[in-house]
């Protein structure tokens, strides 16, 4: 039994053609990216989506490199186009608004002038007890107080009061 019995050409040794595994990468990132950005918001916690994607997938594309694929080098080609997409679609959403609206949604108003819009509410899968949970987590006690309500494209709500809209 050999500990460091190790074969350094069948470690690093491309089994699937490269252009299959850029292939591969690339409709797996850009089809979660599209499925994601028609999910409610709020399913994505505190990171943006497309941050999200980009770590489940580097993690999944790290985990095949240890095992999944038969070399490291593989892996590292599935990594390196996962990369490659995340840089892309980010450089192109800050030069390109068209961009940014495909790959981050925008804010949804569910607050207007102390009434709930319960459509948009809806849309997010956002309950009047979970609202009023945000509000008393940030020191509002009444809905009446709030001039407007949104659903960020992160997930997070953010307010604006009737107060600090008049000062």
Do not use: C
Request: avoid cysteine; charged fraction near 25%; glycine fraction near 6%.
């Amino acid at each position: 039994m050999e500990i460091l019995n190790i074969n350094l050409n069948e470690l690093l040794k491309i089994e699937v053609p490269v252009a299959e595994l850029v292939l591969r990468g690339t409709v797996l990132y850009l089809g979660i990216l599209l499925l994601l950005r028609f999910m409610p918001r709020r399913t994505g916690g505190e990171m943006a989506t497309i941050d999200l994607l980009f770590i489940v997938l580097i993690a999944e594309a790290a985990t095949h490199s240890l095992g999944g694929y038969s070399s490291v080098t593989e892996g590292f080609i599935m990594i390196l186009t996962l990369i490659a997409w995340n840089f892309t679609l980010n450089s192109l959403s800050y030069h390109i608004p068209f961009v940014e609206k495909l790959v981050s949604a925008p804010p949804l108003q569910v607050v207007r002038d102390g009434r709930l819009l319960r459509r948009n509410m809806r849309r997010e899968f956002l309950t009047e007890e979970e609202l009023m949970e945000h509000l008393r987590r940030e020191g509002i006690e009444d809905i009446k107080e709030i001039k407007f309500a949104y659903v960020e494209g992160d997930g997070h709500i953010s307010f604006i009061s009737k107060n600090a809209a008049h000062s």
